[in-house]
């Protein structure tokens, strides 16, 4: 049975500063790794998809990194902002369109 | 495009009264999927459509729940009789085609408190 742990639980920085969330999981026979957003309240929002063939994907100050063999990806941050506080979830499809979600990062960005 | 519409945004009710919710996916995305969230469990894939039909439903809890899909607008998942345990927030999400592919969208959730 697949299993997303993420690492830290929760996060606080000062604003500007470049963060690091890490995501790990059991089996590393997936299709794909999502990275996505939660702010409360709300749904979540899809951040980033890295395909099991590729190593990393980029949109504007984030950037994620996958080692399918080692069962890890990070979401890195750069300059962080308030407005990226929120709670940051990794998702990893193993078969059958079926993604298996960590509990979370839980990110504040202090002014 | 709207998003994923979910309704109710919140639902209050007594145990052992049904309980629907309502979703509305994207216009043209094949697939629709019920998530639900819960502090002890995190999210949890309950059931997935594909062109209106069930493909997998390993993930609903009981016989209590039930989900359909008349056609490619409009979804339902329904708890009958509802329980406290069900207390959760229900996700309903779409994505264009299957999510090996593509991202996968979210509705805001229905937040069900049953007491």
């Known amino acids: 049975k697949q299993e997303v742990t993420q690492i830290p639980a929760a996060l606080s920085v000062p604003e500007g500063e470049n963060l690091v969330l890490n995501c790990s999981f059991t089996?590393?026979?997936?299709?794909?790794l999502q990275w996505f957003r939660q702010d409360p309240g709300k749904g979540l929002t899809s951040l980033l998809l890295i395909q099991s063939s590729q190593r990393e994907q980029t949109s504007g100050r984030l950037n994620a990194s996958l080692d399918k063999s080692s069962g890890r990806s990070t979401l890195y941050i750069a300059a962080s902002q308030p407005g990226d506080s929120a709670t940051y979830l990794c998702?990893?499809?193993?078969?059958?369109?079926?993604?298996?979600f960590g509990e979370g990062t839980q990110l504040t960005v202090n002014p | 495009d709207a998003g994923v519409i979910q309704s109710p945004r919140h639902e209050v009710t007594e145990m052992g009264q049904e309980v629907t919710l309502r979703c509305k996916p994207i216009?043209?995305?094949?697939?629709l999927f019920w998530y639900r969230q819960t502090m002890m469990r995190g999210l949890e894939l309950l059931i997935y459509f594909n062109n209106n039909v069930p493909i997998d439903d390993s993930g609903m809890p009981e016989d209590r729940f039930s989900a359909k899909m008349p056609n490619a607008s409009f979804s339902t998942l329904k708890i009958q009789p509802s329980e406290p345990r069900d207390s959760a927030v229900y996700f309903c999400?779409?994505?264009?085609?299957?999510?090996?592919?593509?991202?996968?969208?979210f509705g805001s959730g229905t937040q069900l408190s049953v007491l």
């Open positions: 999400a779409s994505s264009p085609h299957s999510p090996t592919n593509e991202k996968l969208f």
């Open positions: 089996d590393s026979a997936i299709y794909n």
């Open positions: 216009s043209g995305h094949d697939y």
């Open positions: 998702a990893v499809e193993t078969s059958g369109s079926r993604l298996t």
